[in-house]
């Protein structure tokens, strides 16, 4: 079965924290995603990455950025945590479709959430 | 962008009953449309997906219809169960990535 794991289930940080938030993928995924969930607003694209060292915009990138040096990895990071972005984080990957990135199952990891004080 | 309606947010069912969740796009160039159930304390998890050159896929008790004309996509599930109690996501896409609906909470009651 594909596993994604994420480093942590629940994590507290103080405002103006630097905080990194890892997702690792064990099945060969090319394609890897973060995403924000808040009730009531859905699933929102942070950023996604296609490939080790590439990464693409989602619909909400402000205040974050990510890394990805292993194809098996890829990392969440704030900067500077404030309190609106306290929510459900969740990454997913997915395998590299011919026509696009999104033509495949994304599987999930279990969630983040995170609470900014 | 992409900007994906989904409705109801909530529904409510008795166990046997047939539940209908509907979701509406706004890009013409979306082709592909899959549907996410996130138990509670889990991710998201993939139940079916439709792809534009086809109106309707069944698989069991679920089924998805597409209607591409009006750009709205259906969920239907069919004797409902317990087990189905979970938030329902429906998707669309074209090439690059993935606009999720808001979600609808499906309460099955025994």
């Known amino acids: 079965d594909v596993k994604v794991t994420q480093s942590s289930r629940y994590l507290v940080k103080r405002t103006g924290e630097k905080v990194f938030l890892e997702c690792v993928q064990d099945?060969?995924?090319?394609?890897m995603f973060w995403y924000r969930q808040d009730p009531g607003l859905g699933l929102r694209l942070i950023y996604f990455s296609y490939d080790v060292k590439m990464k693409e915009k989602g619909d909400i990138p402000e205040g974050y950025s990510v890394s990805r040096e292993k194809k098996e990895r890829f990392s969440l990071i704030l900067e500077s945590a404030s309190t609106n972005q306290t929510s459900m984080y969740l990454c997913a990957s997915s395998l590299s479709g011919g026509l696009g990135t999104s033509y495949n199952e994304q599987f999930f990891g279990p969630g983040t959430r995170l609470t900014v004080l | 962008g992409e900007n994906v309606e989904q409705h109801p947010s909530t529904l409510s069912v008795q166990e046997g009953d047939s539940a209908v969740i509907k979701c509406t796009y706004s890009d013409s160039a979306s082709n592909y449309f899959p549907w996410y159930k996130q138990e509670l304390g889990k991710g998201p998890q993939l139940i079916i997906d439709i792809r534009s050159n086809v109106g309707e896929k069944k698989d069991q008790r679920i089924a998805v219809t597409l209607n591409k004309t009006a750009k709205h996509f259906s969920l239907h599930i069919t004797e409902t169960q317990p087990e189905d109690s979970a938030v329902y996501f429906c998707?669309?896409?074209?090439?690059?990535?993935?606009?999720f609906g808001k979600g609808t909470m499906l309460l099955v009651s025994p």
């Open positions: 998707a669309a896409s074209g090439y690059s990535t993935l606009t």
């Open positions: 099945m060969d995924h090319e394609n």
